[in-house]
């Protein structure tokens, strides 16, 4: 009798050990198993950056998501630009996210919409691993140049350049969110400039075109 009970409490204990094993093997694989960023949140506004983004050109099939007042595409024929319009907001990184593809740009949406009084910010790509991004030439802009942004109802805000500066990431910050207090509605485009860092994976500095809206 006492070796059928110490039989059966072997028993149990094998059994018990085993579910430990197997949900702990479960625990192991959930973990280890790459979790997928949020690209974007509810509203379509993208909060994650990402190293890789797309090197397909939309076409005009390209789902646009915005309202009416939304911009929906920039075009800056000086250098060739006619872009859909993302929206992004504050990544990962606590900065400003960049567009998903590499020849769309991001209007940020802390910032007034384009042809509101304030400051708008887009920022774009300028090169991948393997292509070249939207704002390749954008420091080929020089004042006076014009440009326009097609908002989501058919309207157009034209702009003009006021100036074009690069300078180290962190100080560029301050250049990238200031505005010119004479100038009622001001439009920052900003790409990455200067050197690439293999380490960091992104560029040393950040150019900001500032441009105003024509009347």
């Not at 979790?35 to 789902?63: E, M, R, Y």
């Not at 309202?67 to 990544?91: C, H, L, R």
């Not at 939207?134 to 989501?152: A, E, M, S």
Request: aromatic share 6%.
């Amino acid at each position: 009798m006492r070796k059928v009970l110490k039989n059966k409490k072997i028993q149990i204990i094998s059994a018990a050990m085993l579910v430990i094993l197997v949900v702990s093997l479960v625990a192991i694989i959930l973990l280890s198993k790459p979790v997928t960023p949020k690209l974007t949140n509810k509203d379509g506004v993208i909060i994650h950056s990402t190293s890789t983004p797309d090197a397909v050109k939309p076409g005009p099939d390209f789902k646009w998501q915005g309202k009416p007042n939304d911009p929906k595409q920039i075009i800056i024929p000086g250098i060739g630009v006619e872009a859909f319009v993302q929206k992004v907001g504050v990544d990962q990184n606590n900065e400003v996210a960049v567009p998903s593809n590499l020849h769309t740009v991001g209007w940020f949406v802390d910032t007034v919409r384009p042809g509101e009084k304030g400051l708008s910010l887009i920022d774009g790509h300028v090169t991948g691993r393997q292509n070249d991004g939207v704002f390749k030439d954008l420091n080929k802009l020089k004042r006076g140049d014009k440009f326009k942004v097609l908002l989501g109802s058919g309207k157009v805000v034209n702009y003009e350049v006021i100036s074009s500066k690069s300078a180290k990431t962190k100080e560029s910050l301050s250049i990238m969110f200031s505005q010119d207090p004479k100038i009622t509605s001001q439009l920052n485009l900003v790409t990455c400039s200067g050197k690439y860092d293999k380490k960091t994976k992104t560029y040393n500095e950040r150019l900001t075109v500032s441009a105003k809206q024509l009347w």
